[in-house]
Every structure is written in C-alpha cells, then in structure tokens.
Nanobody
Framework: QVQLVESGGGLVEAGGSLRLSCAASRSTFSINNGGWYRQAPGTQRDLVALIERGGTTHYADSVKGRFTISRDNAKNTVYLQMNSLKPEDTAVYYC?????????????WGQGTQVTVSS
C-alpha cells in the first residue's frame, strides 16, 4: 500500500536550518496538492505551508519569509526548507498530500517527524 514517507527532522540550534522531505512510497502515485502541518504538545495541528499542483504556495504568517515549500513532481516529493529557526518552531511536523493514481484521488498523512530548536 502507498505511504507518505517523511525525513529530515532533528535537533538544531536557534538560527539554524533544516530541510524536510515527503515522498510517496510508490512511483505510480503522483502528488496533487501537498502541505506541511505542525503540532506542539497541547496544541492544535496547524497548517504551515501548502503548495498546489501548479506551484502556487501559501504560508502561515508565523513562518512567512523563513520557510519555503517546493516540489519535484518527477520524484513525487514535497520539501520544506526551514531557515532562521526559532524555539517556537519546535513541534512534530506532518506531511499531507492528495495522491493520484489510476484516476483516483485520495488524501494521506505522513508519520510525523520531530523538529526541536534549542535556544
């Protein structure tokens, strides 16, 4: 069965950078819309960034100017480049995408990856 596989999380100092990746596990599935969400303990899961199939992007105000979402359709992968990281960015980051295959579109969540920013 197809999955969204996340990678790139970890521990970084304030002001540093990380790059998250989210890829469909089977090449026969292509990503339509793709996005990144984050959830800190005791908080709601909030949208961080979204990229549409045509490349249009949307960002939460809290990350605008620091984070960049991008995609490589040939690799069925969505990326989140995170620069100038702050301790308030600490959370579990989840990839979400609509996957298309055989004329079917279905929504999937990644397993989550921990991002911790130290002060």
């Amino acid at each position: 069965q197809v999955q969204l596989v996340e990678s790139g999380g970890g521990l970084v100092e304030a002001g540093g950078s990380l790059r998250l990746s989210c890829a469909a596990s089977r090449s026969t599935f292509s990503i339509n819309n793709g996005g990144w969400y984050r959830q800190a303990p005791g908080t709601q899961r909030d949208l961080v960034a979204l990229i549409e199939r045509g490349g249009t992007t949307h960002y939460a105000d809290s990350v605008k100017g620091r984070f960049t979402i991008s995609r490589d359709n040939a690799k069925n992968t969505v990326y989140l480049q995170m620069n100038s990281l702050k301790p308030e960015d600490t959370a579990v980051y989840y990839c979400n995408a609509d996957l298309f295959s055989e004329s079917r579109l279905r929504n999937y969540w990644g397993q989550g990856t921990q991002v911790t920013v130290s002060s």
